[in-house]
């Protein structure tokens, strides 16, 4: 592992493979959507990865900017809704707490149970994982963090209508193939 750049809530590093473009086999380094430059010092973004049976079903790297506009399109409800499930659900705020106090930026711990079922994520069929990142770094902070499928069932029965046609339209734009139901971009 290379050294981890500190400040005083989160740490730094180089980012994992599992983040990594699977198609490139390296950090993804332009924006789903406005293809902006992602790996310059100080460019925010995510990058998700969506896995069934352990196979890459889908995955990106988005930058704040643009992410923050797809949230925006959500229907306020779904919106409302998903974060008063993952306040019910999450004590981020105590994960990151307990995974950074032990000075561990190993992979495996930050996503090897689900964010809000707390199984393990590989006995998941489908999962997701999402990590925050800026430039060439990962961020460990709230996230990296995996969402088992039976999670994802949840939120999906918490959205409107609206917020799924936005969803299905996004991912028919961006990935040219009909996403499973199950899977969620969150």
């Known amino acids: 592992m290379s050294d981890y750049l500190e400040d005083d809530i989160f740490k730094?590093?180089?980012?994992?493979?599992?983040?990594?473009?699977?198609?490139?086999?390296?950090?993804?380094?332009?924006c789903?959507?406005?293809?902006?430059?992602?790996?310059?010092?100080?460019?925010n973004y995510f990058v998700e990865k969506a896995f069934n049976k352990g196979e890459v079903?889908?995955?990106?790297?988005?930058?704040?900017?643009?992410?923050d506009e797809l949230s925006e399109e959500?229907?306020?409800?779904?919106?409302?809704?998903?974060?008063?499930?993952?306040a019910e659900h999450i004590d981020l705020e105590t994960r990151r707490e307990r995974l950074l106090e032990k000075q561990n930026?190993?992979?495996?711990?930050?996503?090897?149970?689900?964010?809000?079922?707390?199984k393990p994520i590989k006995t998941d069929s489908e999962y997701q994982v999402f990590a925050q990142c800026i430039g060439k770094e990962m961020i460990y902070a709230y996230a990296p963090y995996a969402v088992s499928g039976e999670a994802i069932d949840?939120?999906?029965?918490?959205?409107?209508?609206?917020?799924?046609?936005?969803?299905?339209?996004?991912t028919d734009k961006y990935f040219g193939i009909d996403v499973p139901q199950k899977l969620l971009l969150i």
């Open 32 to 43: 789903l959507v406005c293809s902006e430059n992602l790996l310059v010092e100080g460019k």
């Open 57 to 67: 079903i889908f995955e990106y790297a988005m930058c704040l900017k643009c992410r």
């Open 154 to 170: 949840d939120v999906i029965e918490l959205l409107s209508d609206e917020t799924l046609g936005i969803l299905g339209d996004f």
């Open 12 to 30: 730094y590093d180089s980012i994992p493979e599992v983040f990594w473009s699977f198609e490139k086999d390296e950090p993804f380094s332009h």
């Open 74 to 86: 959500l229907s306020l409800q779904s919106r409302r809704l998903i974060e008063n499930y993952f």
């Open 105 to 118: 930026l190993e992979i495996d711990h930050w996503l090897g149970h689900c964010i809000v079922k707390n």
